[in-house]
């Protein structure tokens, strides 16, 4: 094309995003005018409420952020298509933009020269701040194609990092959209090194299971669970940004937390209550209380009296018992059945069938209740779990002494209600409680940072997505917790999910060549059999920075620090836990303001991260201070430098006094 050309058809493309952000605009308007017309339309309260909730949805969904493009890409098949973050008509309803998610715009993912799917060309947007600054075309048709060599996508993958994670739709990988798009009923295990958008691919599965199954999903729920707050806050702004305001975001904790937690647990303890077997011992506890009907129960009412003997009392338990179902429903299922003989017999002898208030009355009469409290008595979690704590010997052979030892609670609690809880109990909780109740389920899970869960935390999750497929996210080489995954078939099997295909994901968009070749030293010091990460970037710097004096350490930190600045982009410090105190003071004592990682959209150009919390997390200049001290800090610390190495973008400064651990150094490699 020539360059005037060239103008002529960008001033077109401009032309079109203008009229389709105008359309946008009036799409809005009609939905807000309904919104307050809402409460007229709608004929009940109730009519209304729901209409409202909808219509306000409507309106947020239809909001235009001017800073992003409202399409990126374009697709002529017959005619041409643009393909952007949510569907634009014009007044007529014709289309003037197709949401990514629409079966269509698979194509603008997915064509190739080798299946063009019907694309002669393909044309990709560049844009500046919302306004259309280029684009660039692949004729499919002429055999054309650029791949990972566009520049449009490289110039979106190495720009520079600021504030919270946003959404990639305009470059979704073909790999990568394969499960973006994968059926709702299907979950997978995408086992990813860092940076290959393991996070991304899915929240944008997320959103395109929402856009698919709309009305499904919203019953049942979307739950994104992540590792800690940081991170949550991290990526909180990428669904929202991608119209979908209704996905819920919790760490495992905020899951089960049904008691506040007030104890500290010693680290046996806490390997010990999060071991699967302790699911086995809490199973077993709790039905352990059953106990062999032997007396009958008599009932007198009015002048009859009822007599239900031994025999067939035990026949009702045991085949509640058969049934499976959970503990609190059993007992619900066994009572009622009771009911039903007094029922029968009172038919039987007065000729007339009991109404509703009698069926209660005989529910709750003292005889049938204390037969139910001594045949399947009532139980809380909590009961349970204080009873294992203050009783580990009743845990049946499956504790070995030692760890009856290290979970039992020296000085029991005078009653459960006072008990005190650690975080660790909280999960034993929700075991207990998942055996007593259903959880609700969620139509899909999506979790992230995955090889940390623990197996009994794998549980709490299946609780909660018995019914709906999941999608689990991680890296085992950054499994830092005790308990980290070394084969995804475990987790996958704890999740209840065993028959998951686990999908490898290893070209990676965050992490510049050189500093993946740094990381990738370590990783045959770390144990586990993961593909390496092929970086897509090319530009980036490393420099490591050796420091004859320690007490030089802090000082040279903040040297590089004042240097970062002098670049665009987010600056971060990544130090071990008990070093981030003293570095703040130190960038105040500079004038230099810093930032907490849970705070995104924070003015402060710097985070001090400690290096416990930087899982997840991605900035443009990272500084790694002491890489000694981040490994000696827990049992496994190399994994630790693994994950806090591979957080930079653009530029990573590694500034250290003692030596580097021996795996990173290239004679090791
Ligand atoms: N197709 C893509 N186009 C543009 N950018 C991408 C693409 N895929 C991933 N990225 C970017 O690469 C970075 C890393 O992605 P993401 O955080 O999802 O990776 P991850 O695999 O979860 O990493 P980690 O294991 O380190 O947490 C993000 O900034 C993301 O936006």
């Not at 060599?149 to 919270?164: C, D, F, Q």
């Not at 959103?207 to 994104?224: D, F, M, T």
């Amino acid at each position: 094309m020539s360059s005037f050309d060239l103008d002529t058809e960008l001033s077109a493309e401009r032309r079109h995003l203008t009229e389709s952000r105008a359309a946008l605009a009036r799409m809005r308007g009609r939905a807000e005018a309904l919104f307050s017309a809402g409460a007229e339309v709608a004929g009940d309260p109730y009519g209304a409420e729901a209409l409202g909730r909808t219509l306000s949805r409507r309106v947020a969904e239809l909001a235009d952020d001017p800073t992003t493009p409202l399409f990126f890409g374009r697709l002529d098949i017959d005619e041409s298509y643009y393909v952007g973050r949510r569907h634009v008509t014009d007044d007529a309803g014709e289309p003037m933009v197709l949401d990514w998610r629409a079966p269509l715009s698979r194509s603008f993912y997915r064509a190739s020269v080798r299946d063009p799917q019907g694309v002669s060309t393909r044309r990709r947007f560049g844009f500046v701040k919302g306004e259309l600054t280029s684009f660039e075309d692949e004729h499919l048709d002429r055999g054309e194609e650029l791949g990972t060599k566009s520049r449009i996508l490289t110039a979106e993958i190495e720009r520079p990092r600021v504030g919270p994670m946003r959404d990639i739709v305009a470059t979704i990988q073909p790999e990568q959209d394969e499960l973006v798009r994968a059926e709702l009923a299907d979950s997978i295990c995408v086992q990813g090194a860092p940076g290959t958008g393991k996070t991304a691919v899915g929240l944008h599965r997320a959103a395109y299971l929402l856009y698919l199954h709309r009305e499904r999903l919203r019953r049942s729920g979307v739950l994104i669970v992540g590792p800690n707050t940081a991170f949550l806050s991290y990526i909180s702004a990428v669904l929202p940004a991608l119209g979908e305001v209704e996905v819920q975001q919790a760490t495992v904790d905020d899951l089960i937390s049904r008691q506040p937690v007030r104890a500290v647990d010693s680290e046996a303890a806490i390997l010990v209550k999060h071991d699967v077997r302790m699911a086995e011992v809490l199973r077993k506890l709790l039905w352990s209380r059953l106990a062999k009907p032997t007396e009958p129960i008599m009932v007198s009412d009015g002048s009859y009296r009822w007599r239900i003997d031994p025999e067939p009392l035990r026949r009702i338990v045991d085949e509640a018992r058969r049934e499976d179902l959970p503990y609190a429903v059993g007992r619900e299922r066994v009572r009622a059945r009771v009911v039903g003989l007094l029922q029968r017999q009172s038919e039987y002898r007065t000729g007339n069938s009991p109404g509703e208030g009698w069926l209660r009355k005989m529910s709750k009469v003292a005889p049938v209740t204390t037969f139910l409290d001594t045949a399947w008595p009532a139980a809380t979690p909590e009961q349970l779990v204080v009873e294992i704590l203050v009783n580990p010997e009743k845990s049946g052979g499956v504790l070995s002494e030692e760890e009856q030892a290290a979970i039992r609670w020296v000085k029991p609690p005078k009653t459960v209600k006072s008990a005190k809880f650690s975080a660790a109990d909280l999960i034993l909780i929700d075991e207990a409680a998942g055996l007593m109740e259903r959880e609700s389920s969620f139509g899909h899970v999506v979790v992230d940072e995955a090889q940390d869960l623990s197996p009994m935390q794998a549980r709490a999750i299946a609780r909660r997505s018995e019914h709906g497929s999941i999608t689990l996210l991680g890296d085992l080489a950054q499994g830092t917790a005790p308990w980290a995954a070394a084969d995804w078939r475990d987790t996958l099997g704890h999740l209840g999910k065993p028959d998951a295909s686990v999908v490898p994901l290893t070209v990676g968009f965050r992490v510049p060549a050189v500093v993946v070749a740094l990381a990738n030293r370590l990783l045959p010091a770390l144990e586990v059999d993961v593909p390496e990460a092929v970086s897509l970037r090319r530009d980036g710097d490393l420099s490591i920075i050796p420091v004859g004096d320690p007490r030089a350490l802090d000082a040279e930190t903040l040297v590089e620090v004042t240097a970062a600045l002098e670049h665009e982009g987010s600056v971060a410090v990544i130090a071990a836990d008990t070093a981030i105190d003293r570095l703040r003071a130190h960038l105040t004592a500079a004038g230099i303001e810093s930032a907490t990682p849970d705070d995104v959209e924070a003015e402060a150009r710097v985070t001090l991260v400690p290096a416990t919390v930087a899982k997840g997390l991605e900035y443009d200049h990272v500084i790694v201070h002491e890489p000694a001290d981040i490994v000696a800090a827990e049992t496994r610390g190399l994994n630790r430098l693994y994950v806090v190495l591979t957080r930079a973008v653009s530029r990573l400064s590694v500034v250290h006094a003692k030596p580097l651990p021996q795996a990173l150094t290239p004679a090791a490699a």
